[in-house]
Structures are given as C-alpha cells and as structure tokens.
C-alpha cells in the first residue's frame, strides 16, 4: 500500500509536471502569435507614418504647391520673421 | 519447519529479490548515465540541446534610426517577410500558384518559371509588405497554403526617398550596415542583442520561451544634415546636371562658425558613397583664395601692391610660360587679380611667398590631411612636401595645380577665412542617442587651429565680395545680401599626359552673408558636356542654393540698400 501510494503520488507530480509543460507551450505558441501580430500591426503603422512624411516631404510639398496652387518658392529677401 | 522446508517459499523470495533487482537495474543505469551527462557532458549537451530545441532569432535584432538635425528620421527599418515555397510540401500546385499570383500581384508565368527552375525551396517575392502577408498568414494552416512559408526580415525605409542616400548608405535585410552612415555607425546602430530565444514548432511557428529577454540598448544616430537644406542642394544639383551634363557633381553646405555639414550632394548617387569626402581634383582658381590669403598672411604682400602683369605673359622658367587673356592691364592689384582670376598675378604671389611658407598654410588650411570625419572612403588628397617643388610647381600651387584635394577639404578652408580664421573640425553626426538615455555627443564645436590672422580673414572678405561684385562670380549675387566666393575654372589632367584643353572642373565657392556668414557653399561639376565656366555654370548654382537656405533659415537682408523701395514699402504694408 505504501508503495503504491508513493507511485500514485509520483504519478500524480509527473501528470502535473506535463500539463504545466503543454500549458506552457500552449501560452507560448499564443504568445508568439500576438507577439507577431504586434509587429506586424506596428509594420503596418511605420508605413503610413513613412506615408505621411512623405507626403510632408520639401519635395512633395513643392510639386504640390506648384501644381495645385501655383505657388514658387519665395526669394530669401522676401522672408520676414515676425518677433514676439 | 514449514517455512523452512517449503523451497517455494525460500524461492519465492529470492525470485521476487532478482525480479526486484532486475527492476532496479534498469533506473540504476539510467541514473548512473544520467549522473555521468550531468556531471561530465553537461555544457556540451546542454548547448546541444539548446541548439536543437531553440531558436536566437535574427528578425528580433533592431537597428536604430538616423535622423536628420531637427529630428526628421531619414532611414528606419520596417519589418517586412519575404514569401517561399518548399515544393515537395505544397499539396495541389495549381491553386497555391494562382493565389500567389493574385495576393503578391506577380504573374503566374514568372512564379512557374521559378517553380521549374529550383529543386525544392525557392523564394516567389521579398519585401512582402504587412498588408499582404496578413492575407497569406491565415491560408498557411490550411491545405492550401502547406509549403510555403514566410520568413520575417526587415526592409530599410527612407521616407524621403533618394534624399541624402549617398550620406545614408544602406542596410541589409538583416540589419546590418553596408555603407556610409549605416556602415560607419553599424555597431551601435545595430548591436548584438535583443535576441529572443524561442521554440520552433512546425511550419515555422513560434514558442517563446519563459525566458524572454528583450534589451534593446541600440542607437539613433543624428545627423548635422538638415533634410531641407539637402533637398536644395540635391534639386539644384539635378537642374545643373540637365543643364551642364557633368560627369560628377557635388554641392556641399557648412556652418563656417561650427563646421557642420548642412547639406552634401553628390552626382551620380550611389549608396554610400558621397562625392564631397572621396572625390579629388586639382582645384584650379578656387585654390588662389588660399595662396593669397597665405601671402597676405605672411606679410609678403599686402592689398594695394601692384604686381607686375607686362605683355600678360609670364615666363615662370625656361619653356613654362603662364598667359592671362582676361584683361589687357599691365598692373594688378590683389582684388583686380582675384576679380579676374589671373593665373599670373596668384603664380607670383606664391613665388613671393616661396614654397616651404605655402605649404606651411596649405597644410595648415588642411589640405593634404583626412578630416576626422572618417566617412568611409574620404580621401586625404594629395600635397607633395616642398622639398620636391621647383619654381614651376611653387607658381602653379598659387592658382590650383599640382594639389589635389577633396570637397570638404576645401569647404573648410573657405569657413576659415569666413569665420575669422579658424579651421573647424567638420562634423556629419551631431549626436547618438541610445535606447536607455545615453546621449553621446560628437557634434563639439571644435577648433583645430587659428590658420590665419583675423585681419587677414577681413581683407580676404573684401577680396572675395569684390569677386562677387566685379568679377568673375557675378552670377553669384543675392539680391539684398552679400556674397563672397571665388569661381574656378581648371583643365583635368589627360590620359595622354599635360592638362586636356576641353575637359574641365568647373566650381565655385563662397559665404554669405560676409560680415555674419551662415554658409558656405562649394559647387563643382566635373567634366560638363557643354564648355563652360565656374562662373557661368556653378556660380548660379550657388546662387540657387544660397537664397534656398537664406530663405529656410529666414537670414535678414544685409544689404538692404539693394532691394528696391517699392519691394520695401510692400514689406511694410503686409
């Protein structure tokens, strides 16, 4: 009887052991999956943050200028700061 | 008795004894194999085992950003897959071809030709974008999608396109530095960290391990570039390559008073690899700047000394004659030489001079000598030592022949003379900023060392604004400010030996405003299709560049006087 109470209590440990470890992996493959979905959602806003800039870009600020409003760069002497 | 007579009994035991030893023999032995691993294997299986079960992931080595200086980011690396297919794996060829085909936006055709041509693993695109591998990550469960595989790398973005790319370089899809900046920084933009050890599960999916660690100490590298004082650069640039066809051209800006580098263009662009740190060339009439300001300098000269110009020839030894063609004056004064860029009149102030005290401020000046900027490939030109120079050579230094120097060699020496005198150590990155806080400063506003004497740097502003004003760099002029420079017009050396009289290295380089200089700006086209001149060709290049970065920086005239008085009242009224 004692002998098979020590082999049902390692029996019982080993069992515990082995879900830990297949919860374990379970959690992991979970994680990498959400880590991935991470990267690839911030991919995606890098992108439209690139976009943006682009779009902000001296070059594309003045195609559009001088295509949509018709606008040239001004000379420098032309250019007046307004102090506080 | 019974016990003892009865052998079943004695057996039974001594069999159940042997049954149990039996039993034990085998943990017995697998706990004296297991005390031998662990005791005297255990680092070489233990790294086994790691090798085996685990995963250091490269796609989790980051790489910083570089920016410009006012914070605009310049190149960041964007995580992207490329798309493979192991045959042997993919279940009905046909479909996994055709939805290939449709998501990537390739033609069948193409990605059949692939299939034929490879074994068994070959990739059907790179650089997949987010949007896309979100529509090909759910078929890889299915039947459908069995045998491909999407393997993460990183793309290396730069939002303003081609902008400043020969300063930037490029990165792999690894991460890892090529050239220019990227190169030159790789260790700490892109360290080896932020591995995360994980478990590899069938078709590539990922277990993280417990474990997980996630430093992430790399850089951002700052540059001392302004994006939009590099996008002036690089738009006249192009224009003046249509213009003029050259075969190289650069356009370089620096803050004389700091010696950053606002803006470096280089023509072709290439990766890495910028023109104004590697390219060298007889600089020509640009150079009589530093010859006569050496001269003025030294004492053995001074402004107003006529020098002696008779028949505009000039015999400097036996065969060697020097002819000016640009002015029919018999006499010329240092303005006058400079405004007309006479060869005669430079060849015999630096004969004046002599040679030992013109290479003394030549390399004083920092010709001859890398810049500590250490761009890779920068070149540190060429001065021979004066012991080896003969008369002729002495003379020919005087207006840019037999020197050859790099772009920002002679940037730097203009900023001397702009900024009163010192020569600046030049500076591309202002600073590193790491993930933790660490802030690393390489932009120091150093002084190298006084070249010439402040009054000395005084008389050659006005040497240099005559030049502007009367001379050969006219088109150089900015309405409202005042513009020093020097125009420079040398014939390349042949293949056939002597200098080619059609093959040219047109530049010019000057400050402005004189009085408070902002910048300083060299333009040089090598070798233009069209015959031309540094003052017909690159000083209004100059001009283009310089009112662009007036205009950016809002610079207040300084010559008002200029501006016409309807353009002032008009001022007032808004």
Not at chain 1, 17 to 45: P, T
Not at chain 2, 219 to 233: K, W
Request: aromatic share 8%.
């Amino acid at each position: 009887m004692k002998l098979f109470g020590i082999v049902f209590a390692i029996s019982v440990f080993a069992f515990g052991v082995v879900m830990m470890r297949i919860e374990i992996n379970r959690s992991g493959r979970s994680i990498g999956k959400l880590q991935n979905e991470v990267e690839i959602k911030r991919a995606r806003n890098q992108y439209l943050e690139l976009e943006v800039i682009r779009l902000q870009s001296p070059q594309t600020v003045q195609q559009m200028a001088q295509e949509k409003l018709h606008l040239r760069p001004t000379p420098p002497q032309n250019v007046m700061v307004l102090e506080d | 008795m019974f016990k003892q007579n009865n052998p079943f009994a004695y057996n039974a035991k001594t069999r159940m004894k042997i049954c149990g030893l039996l039993c034990l023999l085998a943990p017995v032995c697998i706990g004296a194999q297991l005390f031998y691993m662990q005791t005297f294997r255990h680092d070489e299986l233990v790294s086994k085992a790691e090798r085996a079960i685990y995963n250091f992931l490269d796609e989790d080595r980051w790489r910083g950003k570089i920016y410009d200086t006012n914070g605009k980011f310049l190149a960041e690396s964007v995580r992207t897959h490329s798309c493979g297919i192991s045959k042997r794996y993919v279940k009905d060829k046909k479909k996994t071809l055709d939805f290939l085909a449709e998501t990537l936006g390739l033609s069948r055709r193409n990605i059949e030709r692939k299939w034929n041509r490879n074994r068994n693993f070959f990739f059907v695109a790179k650089k997949i974008k987010p949007d896309v591998y979100m529509e090909i990550q759910p078929i890889l469960r299915t039947s459908l999608g069995q045998g491909l595989d999407l393997t993460p790398e990183y793309e290396r973005v730069h939002p303003y396109g081609n902008s400043a790319i020969d300063i930037l370089g490029a990165a792999n899809s690894k991460n890892l530095g090529l050239s220019g900046i990227e190169l030159m920084f790789n260790s700490e933009l892109s360290q080896e960290i932020s591995r995360r050890r994980a478990k590899r599960a069938r078709r590539g999916e990922l277990i993280y391990d417990r474990s997980l660690k996630e430093e992430r100490s790399v850089g951002s590298v700052y540059l001392t570039i302004d994006i939009l004082a590099q996008y002036y650069a690089e738009q006249a640039l192009a224009k003046a390559v249509k213009d003029y066809e050259p075969e190289r051209g650069i356009i370089l800006v620096q803050q004389p008073q700091t010696g950053r580098i606002l803006a470096a263009a280089s023509y072709p662009r290439k990766d890495g690899q910028s023109l104004a740190f590697q390219f060298t060339y007889e600089p020509g009439s640009t150079f009589k700047t530093i010859a006569i300001a050496s001269a003025l300098d030294a004492g053995v000269v001074s402004i107003n000394d006529p020098i002696d110009m008779s028949g505009r020839k000039w015999e400097i030894a036996r065969g060697v004659v020097v002819r000016d063609n640009q002015h029919d004056k018999d006499e010329l004064t240092i303005p006058e030489i400079m405004a007309v860029s006479s060869n005669i009149g430079a060849g015999k102030i630096a004969l004046e001079l002599g040679a030992k005290n013109l290479f003394y401020y030549i390399t004083a000046f920092g010709f001859g000598t890398k810049t500590d900027i250490n761009f890779n490939g920068e070149s540190k030109g060429s001065v021979p030592s004066y012991t080896r120079w003969t008369v002729v050579d002495t003379a020919t230094k005087g207006y840019g022949y037999g020197i050859a120097l790099t772009p920002i060699q002679l940037i730097g020496a203009y900023s001397a003379i702009a900024n009163g005198g010192y020569l600046m150590q030049p500076h591309l990155v202002d600073r590193i900023e790491y993930a933790d806080g660490r802030v690393q400063k390489k932009a120091e506003v150093q002084r190298i060392r006084r070249v010439i004497k402040p009054e000395t740097a005084q008389t050659m502003k006005k040497v240099l604004e005559h030049v502007v004003k009367e001379g050969s760099g006219k088109k150089a002029q900015i309405k409202g400010y005042s513009v020093a420079g020097k125009t420079g017009t040398a014939e390349k050396v042949s293949k056939e030996g002597g200098y080619a009289k059609r093959h040219h290295v047109v530049s010019f380089c000057g400050f402005t405003p004189i009085e408070d200089p902002r910048f300083t700006i060299l333009v040089i086209l090598d070798n233009p299709a069209k015959y031309t001149f540094g003052g017909t060709a690159a000083a209004p290049v100059f001009k283009e560049v310089a009112e662009g970065l007036l205009a950016m920086e809002a610079v207040a005239p300084d010559r008002p006087e200029e501006l016409q008085p309807d353009t002032k009242k008009k001022k007032i009224s808004q």
